[in-house]
């Protein structure tokens, strides 16, 4: 008789495809209160509805499509197991767009800043590439709700995704190699938001450990993180620099 087959992992595997394969990930089973408390907020100013039905993993549904998201949504997510992660079956109808960031971006440029003088000679093409950048609908929720409930975290992502397009362009990176860079500083802080608020980032593996003594899982933040570093690698030096923009207090204006 043969022995049992063991599942085999992907080495050096995204988060997305640490599982064994043909294993659904279940990483994000259950809501993020953190998160989900910062779209919360963030849906008294935003319109956030369900983009489709919201089921529990045996199947119940919990919300239905089109329902904007409130508390009443947040309290029966609690403790409750997901057939999707809460952030793909989310949609901000009035948030961050393409076209919005290019204004977000312009008044960047237009600032008397250390920053925007360091951004100046390839401003133009820096602008030019703002509305082609591949906005998946989890990131543009996720943009929509920093944006509503702490400004200034988009504020940062903006100028990170500027100063990223800048270096990419100064090491001579094709266009696709532009827009990921752009990227990768646009979305670099995202899994921010599934700390607790009552944690700085220097304190996150702490707060980690915290929550994890009560009993709640952090491959959430853990994964999230490890994406955002996939994402880093991908975009190459220029990613990797903007992840130091945090560091660069001076031009974090």
């Not at 990930?25 to 935003?46: G, M, V, W, Y």
């Not at 009552?198 to 933040?221: F, T």
Request: net charge negative; with cysteine.
């Amino acid at each position: 008789s043969s022995a049992t087959e063991v599942p085999k992992t992907k080495v050096n595997a995204s988060p997305l495809e640490r599982t064994p394969m043909n294993a659904p990930d279940r990483s994000f089973a259950t809501a993020n209160p953190h998160a989900l408390a910062t779209i919360l907020e963030a849906s008294q100013t935003k319109s956030i509805i369900a983009s489709r039905d919201i089921f529990d993993i045996s199947g119940t549904k919990l919300w239905a499509r089109d329902m904007p998201v409130s508390s009443a949504l947040q309290r029966k997510l609690l403790d409750r197991e997901l057939r999707n992660p809460l952030e793909t079956c989310l949609m901000a109808e009035n948030g961050v767009t393409p076209q919005s960031l290019l204004h977000a971006t312009e008044a960047l440029l237009a600032r008397d800043t250390p920053l925007s003088v360091l951004l100046q000679p390839h401003a133009a093409k820096i602008a030019q590439q703002v509305t082609h950048l591949p906005l998946h609908s989890v990131a543009q929720l996720l943009l929509t709700a920093g944006q509503a409930s702490r400004p200034e975290s988009f504020d940062h992502a903006v100028q990170a995704m500027a100063l990223n397009g800048a270096l990419m362009i100064t090491h001579g990176g094709s266009t696709a190699e532009l827009r990921v860079a752009m990227l990768c500083g646009l979305l670099h802080d995202l899994g921010e938001m599934y700390i607790d608020p009552r944690y700085g980032e220097a304190d996150a593996d702490r707060a980690e450990q915290q929550r994890a003594e009560r009993g709640q899982s952090q491959r959430q933040h853990e994964d999230c993180h490890r994406l955002n570093q996939d994402v880093a690698a991908v975009a190459g030096r220029a990613g990797a620099e903007a992840l130091l923009i945090d560091a660069l207090t001076g031009l974090r204006v």
